[in-house]
């Protein structure tokens, strides 16, 4: 039994989620889960008994379809279950991008269903101290629009303003380029940014860094972008990896190395 998940759904889509690890940084408040099924599609998997196997989810990007999330339990692997899902998920018309885990079996469904492997995609971690900072000023989510249209491949206004909105989250501008910041505590994590340029995106993003004044950030980078060498260069590290995966129109809207996607949100 695989169906929109309702509000009555969420606590079992959430225990799964807790299960593979997917809301640290975001207990107590509203949710990537949330915005899944505010401004996308999320598919709750259940067995006739309504025990919960899976769930999967998308954000919509004007066109851009970018699948956020597809997890299956373990027991119900191999099951038929993730591949079900994913076929409802994609079924729609526009370009279509996701991250695609290391697992080589999710490389290989995506690939399946026409998304290829474009570009690694780094979790970095690191010192926010020592770094350059750009300078960049504090704005909302309507002044950032445009320029994540362009960045990420289509329009979202509602999400940016949902996110905005959460505890912590700041946006930060100038007339090239962008970058959100959520804070807990000493910790941030930067995304979405952009800019027109590889080095406007860097700025946005560095000067974003700067102004949080955390200790400790968090962003996901494609390897393209000239911001790895950078940060790497600063101490950070890679805490993991997975691929950015698109078909042929994802690929023509968005520069892997001038933008900086959201961890959860794309």
């Given at each position: 039994?695989?169906?929109?998940?309702?509000?009555?759904?969420?606590?079992a889509?959430?225990?799964?989620?807790?299960?593979?690890?997917?809301?640290?940084?975001?207990?107590?408040?509203?949710?990537?889960?949330?915005?899944?099924?505010?401004?996308?599609?999320?598919?709750?998997?259940?067995?006739?008994?309504?025990?919960?196997?899976g769930?999967?989810?998308?954000?919509?990007?004007?066109?851009?379809t970018?699948?956020?999330?597809?997890?299956?339990?373990?027991?119900h692997?191999?099951?038929?279950?993730?591949?079900?899902?994913?076929?409802?998920?994609?079924?729609?018309?526009?370009?279509?991008?996701?991250?695609?885990?290391?697992?080589?079996?999710?490389?290989?469904?995506?690939?399946?269903?026409?998304?290829?492997?474009?570009?690694?995609l780094?979790?970095?971690?690191?010192?926010?101290?020592?770094?350059?900072?750009?300078?960049?000023?504090?704005?909302?989510?309507?002044?950032?629009?445009?320029?994540?249209?362009?960045?990420?491949?289509?329009?979202?206004?509602?999400?940016?303003?949902?996110?905005?909105?959460?505890?912590?989250v700041?946006?930060?501008?100038?007339?090239?380029?962008?970058?959100?910041?959520?804070q807990?505590?000493?910790?941030?994590?930067?995304g979405?940014g952009?800019?027109?340029?590889?080095?406007?995106?860097?700025?946005?993003?560095?000067?974003?860094?700067?102004?949080?004044?955390?200790?400790?950030?968090?962003?996901?980078?494609?390897?393209t972008?000239?911001?790895?060498?950078?940060?790497?260069?600063?101490?950070?590290?890679?805490?993991?990896?997975?691929?950015?995966?698109?078909?042929?129109?994802?690929?023509?809207?968005?520069?892997?190395?001038?933008?900086?996607?959201?961890?959860?949100?794309?």
């Amino acid at each position: 039994m695989i169906r929109a998940a309702t509000a009555d759904d969420m606590p079992a889509v959430r225990k799964v989620a807790k299960r593979f690890g997917l809301l640290a940084g975001w207990s107590g408040t509203s949710d990537f889960l949330d915005a899944e099924r505010s401004f996308g599609t999320l598919l709750f998997a259940a067995d006739d008994a309504g025990a919960a196997l899976g769930f999967g989810g998308t954000l919509r990007r004007g066109a851009v379809t970018h699948l956020g999330d597809l997890f299956v339990l373990p027991e119900h692997q191999s099951s038929g279950v993730g591949r079900t899902m994913l076929t409802e998920l994609l079924s729609g018309d526009g370009p279509k991008v996701t991250f695609a885990s290391s697992d080589p079996r999710a490389i290989a469904l995506y690939v399946r269903h026409g998304l290829r492997p474009w570009t690694p995609l780094l979790y970095l971690t690191g010192p926010a101290a020592g770094l350059p900072t750009p300078p960049v000023r504090p704005t909302g989510a309507d002044d950032i629009a445009a320029l994540d249209a362009r960045a990420s491949g289509g329009a979202r206004r509602a999400t940016l303003a949902w996110y905005a909105a959460l505890p912590g989250v700041t946006m930060h501008a100038t007339d090239r380029d962008y970058a959100a910041a959520r804070q807990t505590g000493h910790d941030v994590v930067i995304g979405p940014g952009g800019g027109a340029t590889p080095q406007d995106c860097a700025d946005a993003v560095l000067g974003a860094l700067a102004a949080t004044q955390a200790r400790t950030a968090r962003l996901a980078v494609p390897g393209t972008h000239p911001l790895v060498p950078t940060l790497l260069g600063a101490g950070w590290h890679i805490a993991d990896m997975d691929t950015l995966m698109a078909d042929d129109a994802g690929r023509e809207l968005i520069r892997p190395d001038r933008y900086v996607p959201h961890p959860d949100l794309g």
